[in-house]
């Protein structure tokens, strides 16, 4: 229970320091944000319930993989470490989308096949987590191998009160989150391969606007 009251109030300060411009606050002022959100996620407000206890109501505990990006992002914001490189996000993105694509369908009942099922018999898919693990190790993607090991050592640990592999492993939040930054990501790219003017044209149309003006 412990565990659980501290990833609450962990999940509500992480989520509103990541939302919230902070600006040129220095990082001992980011600190001071982050706990004063924490505290307020604490308070205590109808019939006893905290902030946070209403959202984790509506949200639920997150996987371990979301907390752990939480609390990374977190550290990159204060600058305690380097963001990560371009490759290992889209990687990760990349990694939860097709995750949640195998889970979240066949839960909401489509298909014929129970996914989720797979996640109180687990050992087939701890080896399909332990290979995407090397793969990322191979890619160099140094935090998308932890981020799998972290979810496996929480399961192993027993730390959640599911026993679903699942659960440790995917949520909606990261699995909408991924779609998302890739959808977004896609769009980007799309527009940097539309071709532009070259810089000449506009220039020579100035060139003709100015001659048709000193001609009449």
């Known amino acids: 229970m412990i565990i659980l009251s501290l990833q ?4 509500f300060s992480l989520v509103l320091f ?25 308070l205590p407000l109808v019939h006893g319930m905290s902030p946070a ?11 371990c993989t979301s907390m752990v990006w939480l609390v990374a992002a977190a550290l990159m914001r204060l600058g305690f470490i380097a963001p990560w490189a371009r490759p290992q996000p889209l990687q990760l993105w990349i990694c939860f989308a097709v995750l949640g694509v195998v889970l979240f369908p066949a ?17 087939p898919m701890l080896i399909g987590v332990a290979g995407l693990t090397l793969v990322m190790v191979l890619l160099r993607n140094a935090a998308g191998a932890f981020l799998l090991l972290a979810a496996t ?22 699995f909408l989150y991924s779609l998302g930054a890739l959808a977004v990501s ?31």
């Open 53 to 63: 206890g209403y959202v984790r109501g509506v949200t639920d505990d997150l996987a």
């Open 153 to 174: 050592a929480a399961f192993m640990l027993d730390v959640k009160p599911s026993d679903n592999y699942w659960d440790y492993l995917l949520d909606p939040f990261i």
């Open 107 to 123: 839960a909401m009942g489509v298909g014929m096949i129970d996914t989720y099922g797979w996640g109180f018999t687990p050992r």
């Open 8 to 11: 609450t109030y962990l999940t």
């Open 186 to 216: 896609g769009i980007r790219w799309v527009v940097s391969r539309r071709p532009h003017l070259p810089e000449s044209l506009p220039a020579a149309h100035d060139e003709l606007g100015q001659s048709g003006r000193t001609n009449a």
């Open 18 to 42: 990541l939302l919230v411009p902070l600006g040129p606050l220095s990082t001992s002022r980011r600190i001071g944000v982050l706990f004063g959100l924490t505290v307020l996620g604490m």
